[in-house]
């Protein structure tokens, strides 16, 4: 008797990426770059990094390739380079009932420093999911308005972001999008002004 031996083919069925890279970059006062990106995660987890010193670093990363280069065109042994700063970051979780504020806390960096912490806590509690956010914002005078440039374009992307892909987006909040929401954030780099 023969039989049918051959494995029966079920096609896979098609899914969304579980992550999901969003990128951007800043100019803030028309000068100092400010690099954000988001990372969405299904189960409704955010990641935002916020750097205004990314650009410092790129050049030192490229200054230590070439160094590395050279010593090896001289027969030197490279030494490992690090390369920048993490920067703060911070976890804040939703309220589980209506009127209770989201809670917060800072996981790497100074627990003094509250920025990551109160964006993170911000963000939490008018999305209603978890957020880490990663701060690197260099001190100084303007750092303070440095921060809350990064804040508002945070925000816009994020707006953006759960306006173009509505399945992110938790089913116990409704979030508006406001018209000063930015168009056509993509996954890739752009630059947009002030």
Known sequence: MA??????????????????????????????????QVITM????????????????LQQQQQAI???????QQGAAAGATGGGAFGDLAMAMPARRSGQSSVSSTLLGNPLEETAASLARRFATRFARQFLVNIDIPSGIDSAMLAAFAERKALEMLLNIFALDPSSEPTSTSTSTSSSAMNGVAAVDGIAGA
């Open 3 to 36: 039989t049918d031996l051959a494995p029966s083919f079920t096609p896979a069925e098609t899914t969304r990426p579980r992550f999901q890279v969003h990128q951007q970059t800043f100019r803030f006062m028309n000068q100092q770059p400010v690099y954000i």
């Open 42 to 57: 299904d189960g409704g987890s955010c990641w935002i990094w916020i750097s205004a010193s990314a650009s410092s670093l």
């Open 66 to 72: 070439q160094q590395q280069q050279q010593q090896q």
